[in-house]
Protein backbone atom coordinates (compact mmCIF):
# COMPACT_ATOMS: atom_id res chain seq x y z
CA UNK A 1 0.00 0.00 0.00
CA UNK A 2 1.08 3.44 -0.70
CA UNK A 3 2.62 5.64 2.12
CA UNK A 4 1.84 9.65 1.67
CA UNK A 5 3.57 11.87 3.29
CA UNK A 6 2.81 15.84 3.72
CA UNK A 7 5.37 18.35 4.33
CA UNK A 8 4.38 21.88 4.38
CA UNK A 9 5.78 25.32 4.57
CA UNK A 10 3.45 28.23 6.32
CA UNK A 11 4.78 31.91 5.55
CA UNK A 12 5.79 33.62 9.14
CA UNK A 13 3.10 36.04 9.22
CA UNK A 14 -0.56 36.46 8.92
CA UNK A 15 -1.82 34.78 5.70
CA UNK A 16 -1.40 37.47 2.92
CA UNK A 17 -1.60 36.96 -0.76
CA UNK A 18 1.06 34.23 0.09
CA UNK A 19 -0.52 30.89 -0.29
CA UNK A 20 0.42 27.98 2.21
CA UNK A 21 1.64 25.06 0.25
CA UNK A 22 1.21 21.50 1.23
CA UNK A 23 3.99 19.17 -0.59
CA UNK A 24 2.37 15.59 -0.64
CA UNK A 25 4.57 12.72 -1.15
CA UNK A 26 3.63 9.00 -2.38
CA UNK A 27 6.68 6.81 -1.75
CA UNK A 28 9.08 9.42 -1.15
CA UNK A 29 8.37 10.84 -4.02
CA UNK A 30 6.12 14.34 -4.74
CA UNK A 31 2.72 13.37 -5.61
CA UNK A 32 1.53 16.39 -5.97
CA UNK A 33 0.83 20.28 -3.80
CA UNK A 34 -1.66 21.59 -2.27
CA UNK A 35 -2.35 25.51 -2.13
CA UNK A 36 -4.50 27.21 0.28
CA UNK A 37 -5.08 30.79 0.61
CA UNK A 38 -7.83 32.95 1.84
CA UNK A 39 -9.82 33.14 -1.06
CA UNK A 40 -9.16 29.94 -2.82
CA UNK A 41 -7.87 25.92 -2.70
CA UNK A 42 -5.74 24.98 -5.39
CA UNK A 43 -4.02 21.40 -6.41
CA UNK A 44 -1.23 20.91 -8.53
CA UNK A 45 -0.29 17.51 -9.65
CA UNK A 46 3.38 16.79 -9.99
CA UNK A 47 3.36 17.22 -13.80
CA UNK A 48 1.46 20.10 -14.23
CA UNK A 49 2.55 23.92 -13.95
CA UNK A 50 -0.72 25.46 -13.49
CA UNK A 51 -3.66 23.62 -10.85
CA UNK A 52 -6.91 23.18 -10.43
CA UNK A 53 -8.49 26.09 -8.25
CA UNK A 54 -11.72 25.87 -6.28
CA UNK A 55 -13.00 29.14 -4.23
CA UNK A 56 -13.94 28.19 -0.45
CA UNK A 57 -17.78 27.76 -1.60
CA UNK A 58 -17.08 25.88 -4.42
CA UNK A 59 -14.96 23.46 -1.91
CA UNK A 60 -17.28 23.04 0.19
CA UNK A 61 -20.38 22.29 -1.94
CA UNK A 62 -17.92 19.63 -3.80
CA UNK A 63 -17.58 18.27 -0.47
CA UNK A 64 -20.83 18.11 0.32
CA UNK A 65 -21.85 16.34 -3.05
CA UNK A 66 -18.91 13.98 -2.03
CA UNK A 67 -20.98 12.69 0.97
CA UNK A 68 -23.59 11.76 -2.13
CA UNK A 69 -21.90 11.33 -5.12
CA UNK A 70 -18.85 8.63 -6.45
CA UNK A 71 -15.55 9.49 -6.35
CA UNK A 72 -15.56 10.15 -10.21
CA UNK A 73 -18.38 12.23 -10.28
CA UNK A 74 -16.51 14.63 -7.89
CA UNK A 75 -13.35 14.80 -9.83
CA UNK A 76 -15.32 15.66 -12.61
CA UNK A 77 -16.82 18.45 -10.94
CA UNK A 78 -13.00 19.77 -10.16
CA UNK A 79 -12.52 21.06 -13.81
CA UNK A 80 -9.63 23.90 -14.37
CA UNK A 81 -11.32 27.02 -14.09
CA UNK A 82 -9.26 29.72 -16.29
CA UNK A 83 -9.31 33.41 -15.80
CA UNK A 84 -8.43 36.26 -16.84
CA UNK A 85 -5.76 37.10 -14.95
CA UNK A 86 -4.21 40.75 -13.32
CA UNK A 87 -0.66 40.95 -12.27
CA UNK A 88 -1.95 39.94 -8.64
CA UNK A 89 -3.57 36.70 -10.21
CA UNK A 90 -1.93 33.77 -11.64
CA UNK A 91 -2.91 31.56 -14.57
CA UNK A 92 -4.39 28.58 -14.21
CA UNK A 93 -4.61 26.48 -17.80
CA UNK A 94 -2.28 26.36 -20.45
CA UNK A 95 -1.37 23.93 -23.03
CA UNK A 96 2.70 25.21 -22.32
CA UNK A 97 4.10 23.09 -19.45
CA UNK A 98 6.46 25.49 -17.50
CA UNK A 99 10.35 25.28 -18.67
CA UNK A 100 12.74 24.03 -15.91
CA UNK A 101 15.28 27.35 -16.96
CA UNK A 102 12.12 29.52 -16.45
CA UNK A 103 13.24 32.87 -14.51
CA UNK A 104 9.91 34.25 -13.85
CA UNK A 105 7.62 33.69 -11.24
CA UNK A 106 5.48 30.36 -11.79
CA UNK A 107 2.09 31.50 -12.70
CA UNK A 108 2.72 35.33 -14.12
CA UNK A 109 2.12 36.18 -17.52
CA UNK A 110 6.20 36.74 -17.96
CA UNK A 111 6.79 33.13 -17.37
CA UNK A 112 3.51 32.15 -19.73
CA UNK A 113 5.19 34.37 -22.57
CA UNK A 114 8.54 32.83 -21.87
CA UNK A 115 7.02 28.93 -21.70
CA UNK A 116 5.54 29.71 -24.99
CA UNK A 117 8.91 31.38 -26.66
CA UNK A 118 10.69 28.06 -25.17
CA UNK A 119 8.55 25.73 -26.71
CA UNK A 120 9.43 26.73 -30.08
CA UNK A 121 13.38 25.85 -29.85
CA UNK A 122 13.88 27.11 -33.06
CA UNK A 123 12.29 30.33 -32.80
CA UNK A 124 8.54 32.30 -33.36
CA UNK A 125 7.55 34.55 -35.57
CA UNK A 126 7.19 37.73 -32.94
CA UNK A 127 3.72 38.22 -34.48
CA UNK A 128 2.83 34.68 -33.92
CA UNK A 129 4.40 34.74 -30.10
CA UNK A 130 1.79 38.07 -29.47
CA UNK A 131 -1.27 35.86 -30.97
CA UNK A 132 -0.31 32.58 -29.25
CA UNK A 133 0.37 34.73 -25.93
CA UNK A 134 -3.08 37.01 -26.30
CA UNK A 135 -4.93 33.73 -27.18
CA UNK A 136 -3.67 31.82 -23.68
CA UNK A 137 -4.34 34.68 -21.47
CA UNK A 138 -7.36 36.21 -23.07
CA UNK A 139 -5.94 39.50 -22.95
CA UNK A 140 -6.45 42.50 -25.87
CA UNK A 141 -3.75 42.25 -28.68
CA UNK A 142 -2.02 45.68 -27.50
CA UNK A 143 -1.77 44.23 -23.90
CA UNK A 144 -0.20 40.93 -25.23
CA UNK A 145 2.23 42.70 -26.92
CA UNK A 146 3.17 45.18 -23.49
CA UNK A 147 4.02 41.93 -22.23
CA UNK A 148 5.89 40.18 -24.73
CA UNK A 149 8.26 43.24 -25.17
CA UNK A 150 8.78 42.78 -21.86
CA UNK A 151 10.29 38.79 -22.25
CA UNK A 152 11.92 40.02 -25.59
CA UNK A 153 14.01 43.22 -24.05
CA UNK A 154 17.28 41.66 -23.99
CA UNK A 155 19.39 43.34 -26.12
CA UNK A 156 21.99 40.45 -27.28
CA UNK A 157 22.29 36.59 -26.96
CA UNK A 158 24.26 36.97 -23.58
CA UNK A 159 22.15 35.53 -20.25
CA UNK A 160 23.14 38.67 -18.30
CA UNK A 161 22.28 42.02 -21.03
CA UNK A 162 20.87 45.01 -20.85
CA UNK A 163 17.15 44.38 -20.76
CA UNK A 164 13.70 45.54 -19.43
CA UNK A 165 13.75 46.63 -15.52
CA UNK A 166 10.72 43.72 -15.67
CA UNK A 167 13.05 41.27 -17.20
CA UNK A 168 14.83 38.79 -15.29
CA UNK A 169 18.39 37.79 -16.42
CA UNK A 170 19.57 34.36 -17.04
CA UNK A 171 18.80 33.98 -21.04
CA UNK A 172 19.45 35.98 -23.90
CA UNK A 173 17.18 36.63 -27.34
CA UNK A 174 18.14 35.82 -30.79
CA UNK A 175 16.60 38.49 -33.57
CA UNK A 176 16.46 37.22 -37.23
CA UNK A 177 14.19 39.72 -39.33
CA UNK A 178 10.83 38.52 -37.49
CA UNK A 179 11.91 35.44 -35.93
CA UNK A 180 12.72 35.62 -32.09
CA UNK A 181 14.46 32.56 -29.74
CA UNK A 182 15.42 32.05 -26.62
CA UNK A 183 19.01 31.34 -25.84
CA UNK A 184 19.49 29.49 -22.74
CA UNK A 185 23.67 29.71 -21.02
Not at 73 to 88: F, G, L, M, R
Not at 93 to 114: D, E, I, M, Q, V
Request: proline letters at 5%.
Amino acid sequence: MAQHKVIFNIPERELGNADIEFKVKKNGTVFGTLKVSKGKIEWVSKDHTYGRKLSWNEFDALMKESDEETPTKVIKAAEPIAKKTTSSKTFTTSKYRRHANNPFRAGSGYALAWDILASHPHGINRTTLITEYANETHKPLKNAEFDIHVVLSPKSEEPTSKRHSSCREGYGIRKTNEIVQIVMP
